[in-house]
């Protein structure tokens, strides 16, 4: 290790952080950059299943707030994609070339946003426990070494904290509504369920989670985060009346965690991997389309100017 | 103010039955084109004009909610039931907003004219006789001035950027025409508004308004005015739609209809 990175990594072991003007070792703004753009993309993609749900919101109120909320997740993928535009500058990459990544497939998203979303339970689920999850994996990045990206967060974790409210207040309602709304929100529950515990990423530590552990560019491994989320949501669901579809749930109080069946890893592994979701090809295929058949407006708005006076 | 108020209404059902159709003009057109707005959602060319637009969506069907609410405060029922338990027929939004977004180009241009008439119709309102109406118009126009700014200037810079962006304008621009004639209908009780002074501006003074800035706007970016606007057959305002309608109130309705009267 040169001189330098060695200075870099006992800065950020005592807590210092990182600017975007400052030096840093290629393997960190790689790293960066992978997690942040995924994070970014992520954002944007996560747009899709509820899209399919804003024009249908079922009264006043609830439209409002669902194009309020998935407005700020597009905002948040804005915000992050231009946090990774400054570190990917350097390496010669646009914000065409961060957006395109989605569609052909260089950049990943999480497994959650592969899902369909088929019923408006779905929709108050993904709010309230998709959300969740997501809270709880970005307010352990707050402390992350890089601090744009902590900045950003900062806001992120404030705003989602009412994207979960937003959610469970669509799940009360149903949850204490009629048999059919009940039932909805029970198949919703059963849907989600396996997806949300993947959510958080495989139990070991892989070599990459190793280095952004290395760099604290994280703090916490995904079984903690994953434990975490456990936690906070298993008493609430219960607390409805609600059956989590995983008969060998049950909180260890010797090892003080829970126990939990698998998620199926292969399965989700692939739909990641392999963009071999339900909805992966149809959502990407959409963003291409934005992207693509709509360069002219970029390009004229590039080109325009506005008429003098 | 309130007293004017009561005083109006006691004055007679005529006077009520005006206001109640107006409002739900108002609010139709804003539902409507709140609801076609929203549907750009993650569809916009650039992430930035995803968060403009969605802005823009939200605004549109919180005064849709203003104006549900005053009809409600009359007597008309729930704000969510007449959003989504009326009949097409009974709906009032103009034939243009219902129209399918169509292509960026026809989406902007569509937006920049509907502002623009929104913005005489509101000015039209901000005297009113009825208070609450006076009210709320105030605080709308605030919000409507940079929906306005943000048109306008996007319709500037795509039909002055020459190449497709300029064929796809005039495209529009031809396609929206035959569509303004039921903008400018504001109905059966235009009489009775300007009478009890609810409105200070008919649908023919707003339109020539309109027509003024559209002129210019357009000769700004060396467009040729279109000619006169075709009157239309059909007039959304007095429930009479385009086919475009019925799927939109498809979608808007389709959660509220498994059980309209559970709580959702």
């Known amino acids: ?309 | 103010m309130k007293m004017e108020q009561d005083t109006r209404i006691t004055d007679g059902q005529k006077f009520e039955t005006a206001l109640k159709y107006w409002l739900a003009c108002l609010a139709d057109d804003e539902l409507t084109l709140g609801h076609r707005d929203s549907e750009w959602l993650g569809l916009c060319p650039d992430i930035e004009g995803d968060v403009a637009f969605s802005s823009i969506a939200q605004d549109e069907v919180g005064h849709a909610v203003f104006y549900f609410d005053l009809l409600h405060q009359l007597g008309e029922g729930d704000p969510d039931r007449l959003a989504f338990s009326r009949d097409q027929h009974l709906r009032r939004n103009a034939i243009l907003l219902e129209r399918p977004n169509g292509d960026w180009a026809y989406s902007i241009l569509r937006h920049y004219f509907y502002d623009l008439f929104d913005d005489l119709r509101l000015q039209s309102m901000e005297s009113s006789s009825y208070a609450p109406l006076r009210q709320g118009t105030q605080k709308i126009r605030r919000e409507e001035y940079y929906h306005l700014l943000h048109m306008k200037t996007l319709f500037s810079r795509l039909g002055s950027a020459g190449g497709q962006a300029r064929e796809r304008m005039e495209e529009a621009l031809l396609k929206v025409w035959p569509d303004l004639g039921d903008l400018f209908d504001f109905g059966p009780y235009e009489k009775e508004l300007l009478e009890f002074g609810i409105i200070s501006l008919s649908g023919s003074e707003v339109r020539r308004r309109w027509e003024e800035q559209v002129r210019d706007a357009l000769l700004s970016i060396g467009f040729e005015w279109p000619g006169e606007i075709p009157s239309s057959s059909r007039s959304g305002r007095r429930g009479e739609h385009s086919s475009d309608l019925q799927p939109l109130l498809d979608t808007l309705c389709e959660v509220y209809a498994i059980d309209s009267n559970a709580r959702w």
């Open chain 1, 1 to 309: 290790m040169d001189h330098r990175t060695e200075e870099f990594v006992e800065r950020i072991r005592r807590g210092g952080k990182v600017e975007a003007t400052d030096w840093m070792p290629d393997e960190y703004r790689k790293l960066l950059i992978k997690l942040i753009h995924m994070h970014a993309v992520s954002e944007i993609m996560g747009a899709y299943p509820e899209k399919e749900w804003v024009p249908k919101a079922p009264t006043l109120r609830r439209k409002l707030a669902i194009m309020a909320k998935v407005q700020d997740e597009m905002g948040h993928g804005q915000l992050l994609l231009r946090v990774v535009e400054d570190l990917a500058a350097p390496l010669g990459k646009t914000r065409e070339d961060l957006i395109a990544d989605i569609y052909t497939g260089k950049v990943k998203f999480h497994n959650v946003f592969h899902m369909e979303a088929r019923t408006w339970a779905d929709a108050g689920v993904i709010g309230w426990l998709v959300d969740g999850a997501a809270i709880i994996n970005q307010a352990a990045l707050l402390e992350t070494s890089y601090a744009p990206y902590a900045r950003v967060l900062k806001r992120i974790c404030a705003e989602e904290s009412f994207h979960m409210q937003h959610g469970e207040n669509i799940i009360l309602a149903l949850a204490m509504g009629t048999k059919q709304q009940r039932q909805m929100l029970q198949e919703a529950l059963n849907y989600w369920w396996e997806s949300l515990l993947f959510f958080f990423g495989p139990k070991e530590v892989t070599p990459a989670a190793e280095r952004m552990l290395y760099y604290r560019i994280r703090t916490k491994t995904n079984e903690e985060l994953r434990q975490k989320f456990l936690d906070k949501y298993v008493p609430r669901i219960q607390s409805l009346g609600l059956t989590i579809p995983d008969e060998q749930l049950r909180y260890d109080r010797e090892r003080k965690a829970w126990v939990y069946s698998e998620p199926d890893w292969d399965k989700f592994g692939r739909i990641v991997r392999e963009n071999r979701g339900p909805k992966s090809r149809e959502r990407m295929e959409l963003r291409r389309s934005a992207h693509e058949e709509q360069r002219w407006v970029r390009e004229a708005m590039a080109r325009s100017h506005l008429p003098a006076g």
